[in-house]
Each structure stands twice: as C-alpha cells, then as structure tokens.
C-alpha cells in the first residue's frame, strides 16, 4: 500500500520567498475550507500526494498546475501566486522556470511571460506550434480581445466564421469572446506573441 499524503507543516526553511508564500497559501486556503488533501485533490484533479509535496515545500507546482488549485480555492491565480512587496522595481521571469511553462505538449508549447499576479487584467504568452500543431481556445468572458504577433513561420487564425494568414511581422486583434484557434499552416515551427486583455480597468461592461 502507497504511503498516505503527508498532512505536516510546511517545510520552509531553505525556500525562497516566493516559492514559501505559496506553499503557505495553498495550505492556508485548504484549512480554511476544511478540506483534507484528499478533497483538494478531487476537487482540483491534482494527485494528493502532488499537493503534499507542494504545501511541504518538496514540489513545485507548475503554472497549469497552480491555476487548478486557485480555481479548487475559490482563488484567482493571481491571489495564489501575488509576490510578496521588494525593494526592486524589476521583475524578471527566466526562460526556464517552470512555474511560467502552461502548456508543453505534442501540438504547441505555451509559456507565459507576464507576471502571474497580473493575470486579471492582462496575460502575455509566447506560443510556439509545432508542424501541423493547433491551440484552440473556447470563448473568453465577454469582451476579452486578443492581440497575436507573429515572429517565425505561417500563422492561421480562426476567428469565429473568419480565418486569416499571417507571416512573420504580422499582427491581428480580435475578440476573443467566441471560439478561436491558432493553426501552424506552415512547412516548420511557427512562433506567436499572444496578449489577453480581460474586462475589468481596461475595458468597460
């Protein structure tokens, strides 16, 4: 029989700021509903003992991961994620943290490069399609525009009823309150910029 999924208090000694604040929230935020680990795992669809490993500090969760449990929580990803106040005013995400990789799959690769605590007003993603790859996307909350920019190869965009070709430094903005896909309709990789602008201070309703 599996070892049971530790329940402990975090392991947070060696743990940098940020990477201790999450792992504080996520146990905190379990607590106050008055979930085992078990639950949060059923209701997030992360593994218990995956979730264990994080509140100790042993994992560290991945973007897509993180955004399952805030959603468990009843929490944006932002609430989950929010850095804590610095001193500095420079906020760099490196090309190979993995707490920014939000999708890695056989069709695309997905990597956000906006700070997660900002992902109620703006999101900025690098999207990079392999041959014959697609990322379709359902309907945002209304009023959600997208802007797409095309560094390498031939882009498709679907838009609705409306598909549009797009070379490299090409640019498209579009509503992204119906379903919409990004295509690779080239011979190689095609590489995008994506901004996600959601309603709130940007946008009216």
Known sequence: ???????????????????RQLCEKIRSARKELGWTLQQLGEASEVSSSMISQIERGLANPTLAVAYRLAKALGLSLGELVGTPEQDSQVEVIRSNDPQFLFRD?????????SPLHLEKDVEFYQVSLKHGGEMQSAPH????REFVTVEKGTL???????????????SAHYPADCPHALRNAGKGEAVVFLVVIYPGRAVST
Do not use: A, I, Y
């Open 1 to 19: 029989m599996p070892p049971k999924p530790s329940d402990e208090p975090p392991v947070t000694s060696s743990m940098d700021p940020l990477h």
């Open 105 to 113: 799959d056989s069709s695309c690769k997905v990597r956000t490069l």
């Open 141 to 144: 909350f209304r009023h959600t």
């Open 156 to 170: 498709e965009l679907c838009v609705g009823e409306e598909t549009r070709k797009l070379k490299p430094g090409d």
